[in-house]
């Protein structure tokens, strides 16, 4: 099951960006499980990691070689996170990079590695090496539709995002794919996103869109409140298209900034869509905190109820649920007279308890939508953070009572 | 569903602690829901109470209570709440304490009120004041099994212990009954425990035993990591027995203190087993921390991972998700290569990775148990916790997307 429509756009192809796709037979022979990312010489990346501690191989080299070298290779295989799997997964992880440096004739450093998948078994690296010349061979930059298929485990379909803007006469393209559908959570979950520009971004200013962008976005959807090893989130920039260097100083900064965020945006969306077992999505919207801390532990708190989440299952306006919820937040000295909650245009709690003017009939018709906001204003600041998440079903049992991963 | 026989013991009657047990017609005509225990007037009370800020009106008004009078009736009605009520909730717990105040010839300070069930709607008052006069007229000392059942909710069996010990000739007994099954969190959740003894205890050790043995059984389990508005707990002790006043420094206390360790850890656990749709009953056993928060985050990041919790259900030893769920438990600076996982006595993790002595046949024989403890050495320091948990399986989604609390 998924939310929305969720058909792929067509992708806007990113000059000196070149996809190569390939099937290695990791987990199913003939499945596309292998994909890499073929940069000009020129391009920047910058990204963003997993914060679980327990990071997966493939993160702690690609982190490592971002501090080291331009990257010119972005190599992912799903069907195994290479997580869990202690010095030797180090050594496979650098030698998928080291071999597809000798087939392309650069270092080792300059690629960079990810993978997703079953959490410690180890990585099949004679498949992975076995099917680079497959990969390598076919690069082009039209195959952004493949590749967002190609990086996919649970998920239920591709996702991507794609925008072309004009900057000062020169046209950008912004295109981007990610995966993901469990294990969702802040700080990045078994989520992967590349997203790449033919925009030419100063360094600095690359890293902190990255962090900036992601931060609201990826960093803000939860599935089921669980964290990763492995997730990366990788912007690049080829520089080739014809407009000057973006800085922050630039005059084109906040429209690409914008058109990013949205890409950023979609691809985070995307993922929750899709969240395993997920029929609906849902906005949780706190305002009126008192600062960052509190508004996001109000979110989260009610995002990942198991209470709230099986009654948005069940299309139920439980809004008893939802107050329970925000009362075990550790909002300290929360005033419970002055809050109100809202489901959709529908207040539900006000004076310390259910809203006068609330329906039964008023708050059904919000919860039949597949498209829900849950909106909390605490009354104490001026702080607004928004997350996103979706219900919990039968399916994500099933899901995750059959998968191992 | 539940986890292990789960039949009531025979219960020992508690000398000046009598049972009354009635039907309102709160949700069900004809259910047993009202609950009221009548305690001897020298009679000790302590309690410990949800840490939800939204507390429901019984829980306010019996904390307030509490603190003016020894109490003399405890009036438990199942199928409400009276939670998220506001101005209405406070005015109707107080009328029903006033109107068994009236026909007790008490006052109604000397009533404590508690409510469990559907959050937000209106308290029944009337429907709970007519069958107060039957639940008065059947008050005996032999009730406590009928008692066990008449506070259940989502409960799929009545919950109970009792134990009779000997301190230097002078027979003492503790009894309880405890209800929840879903809701449940540390700091109390739609958890209800009343526990009683004949034993005569100092006012200021009762407190203390009851939050001591309180913290360490009740505000140790998790269903699914939501925390009610209304838990309570009450420890009554009649002071009919024919002993002299245990206190601080009586020899008798350890002797003591240990029977009725057993009494409170028996119902919390029996809270766990009946766990909504639970079909597995689990030790989080966490060594090795450098201090109390550390150990518990711990403990309750794997407790509440929805990933660790669907692989119980599917009897998976997919290790890698507890091992996930431990390194985004938020303790710095882990030492990954140091610490270790158990599932029982099968060693899952050491050195970084997976444990070169593990095989899947021996992690799946734990996981085929019913009883299933998974303990990890942080290798930090020397502090210890324990928390219990249950599965997540299809049961609790349809449980929890069907009923109303």
Chains 1, 2 share one sequence.
Not at 100 to 111: D, F, N, P, T, Y
Not at 231 to 247: F, H, N, R, W
């Amino acid at each position: 099951m998924a939310v929305g429509p969720g058909t792929l756009p067509e992708f806007y192809p990113v000059a000196g960006v070149k996809l190569g796709i390939a099937s290695a037979g990791i987990k199913k022979p003939g499945r596309k499980d292998i994909v890499v990312f073929e940069l000009a010489p020129d391009a920047r990346v910058a990204g963003i990691f997993t914060r679980n501690q327990f990071c997966a191989a493939p993160v702690v080299v690609s982190r490592r070689h971002l501090g080291q070298s331009a990257p010119r290779y972005l190599l992912i295989n799903t069907g195994n996170a290479n997580a869990g799997t202690g010095d030797r997964g180090m050594d496979d992880a650098l030698k998928c990079c080291q071999a597809l440096a000798e087939k392309a004739g650069i270092r080792a450093a300059e690629v960079l590695p990810f993978s997703t998948g079953v959490i410690g078994e180890p990585l099949p690296v004679d498949k992975i090496v076995n099917a680079l010349p497959d990969a390598l061979a076919g690069t082009r930059e039209d195959r952004w539709a493949e590749a967002a298929s190609g990086i996919m485990t649970t998920d239920t379909r591709p996702k991507g995002a794609s925008v072309r803007i004009d900057l000062d006469g020169h046209p950008v393209t912004i295109s981007g794919i990610s995966k993901g559908a469990g294990m969702i959570r802040p700080n990045m979950a078994t989520m992967l996103g590349f997203i790449a520009t033919d925009a030419r971004i100063a360094p600095d200013l690359l890293q902190s869109l990255a962090s900036e962008l992601g931060e609201k976005s990826f960093n803000r959807i939860t599935i089921d409140g669980d964290t990763s090893t492995n997730d990366a989130c990788m912007l690049m920039a080829s520089g080739q298209y014809s407009g000057p260097e973006i800085t922050e100083s630039s005059p084109q900064l906040p429209k690409f900034r914008e058109a990013l965020r949205q890409v950023f945006m979609d691809l985070a969306h995307a993922i929750v869509r899709d969240g395993e077992g997920a029929t609906k999505f849902v906005t949780i919207d706190v305002r009126g905190a008192s600062s960052q801390q509190e508004a996001l532990d109000v979110a989260y708190t009610v995002a990942h109820s198991p209470l709230v989440k099986t009654a948005l299952f069940a299309s139920d306006p439980n809004w008893g649920r939802i107050l329970a919820a925000v009362g075990r937040a550790g909002v300290p000295d929360l005033d419970l007279r002055a809050l109100e909650i809202y489901l959709g245009d529908v207040c539900l709690v006000r004076d310390g308890g259910r809203a006068e003017d609330y329906s039964e009939e008023r708050g059904q018709a919000v919860m039949d939508g597949e498209e829900i906001t849950i909106a909390i204003d605490l009354k104490r600041g001026a702080v607004h953070e928004t997350v996103w998440t979706c219900d919990f079903s039968h399916d994500y049992v099933t899901i995750n009572a059959d998968y191992r991963s």
